[in-house]
C-alpha cells in the first residue's frame, strides 16, 4: 500500500523554447533601421560629405559586390532559419545571418 509512484522523465526539449525563428525575424526587421543609420553615420563623416557635395574623389572602400553578397547571405539564412525543421539547423544559419548582415553593415560604414 505504502508503494511509490514513479514519476514520468521529464523531457528537456520540450522545457526550453526555441526562440530562433524569432530572433532571425527581428534581426531582418532591424537590419533596415541599423543601414539607415549607418548611411547617415557615413555621410556625416567629413570625406564622404565633400565627395557628394562637391564631386571630389572618394576614398577608396570596400567594394559594393560585398555588400550585395552580405545582404542576400544574410536574406537566405533568414528564409532557412525560418523553414527548418532541426533547432541546430536554425541556430547555425541564424549565425550566418547576423555574420551577413554584419559585413553588409561594414561596408556602408567602410564609405566614411
Not at 19 to 43: D, E, G, M, Q, Y
Not at 104 to 109: E, G, R, T
Amino acid at each position: 500500500m505504502n508503494e511509490t509512484v514513479p514519476q514520468p522523465p521529464v523531457n528537456d526539449a520540450v522545457s526550453v523554447p526555441d526562440r530562433t525563428r524569432c530572433w532571425s525575424v527581428l534581426s531582418a526587421v532591424l537590419f533596415l533601421p541599423a543601414a539607415a543609420v549607418a548611411v547617415w553615420l557615413a555621410l556625416a563623416s567629413e570625406q564622404a560629405s565633400a565627395c557628394m557635395t562637391y564631386g571630389e574623389p572618394c576614398g577608396s572602400s570596400l567594394p559594393g559586390w560585398l555588400f550585395m553578397w552580405g545582404v542576400g547571405v544574410g536574406g537566405m539564412g533568414c528564409l532557412v532559419a525560418l523553414a527548418a525543421p532541426r533547432v541546430r539547423v536554425r541556430r547555425a544559419a541564424v549565425t550566418v545571418q547576423l555574420l551577413a548582415e554584419c559585413a553588409a553593415l561594414l561596408v556602408i560604414l567602410s564609405h566614411a
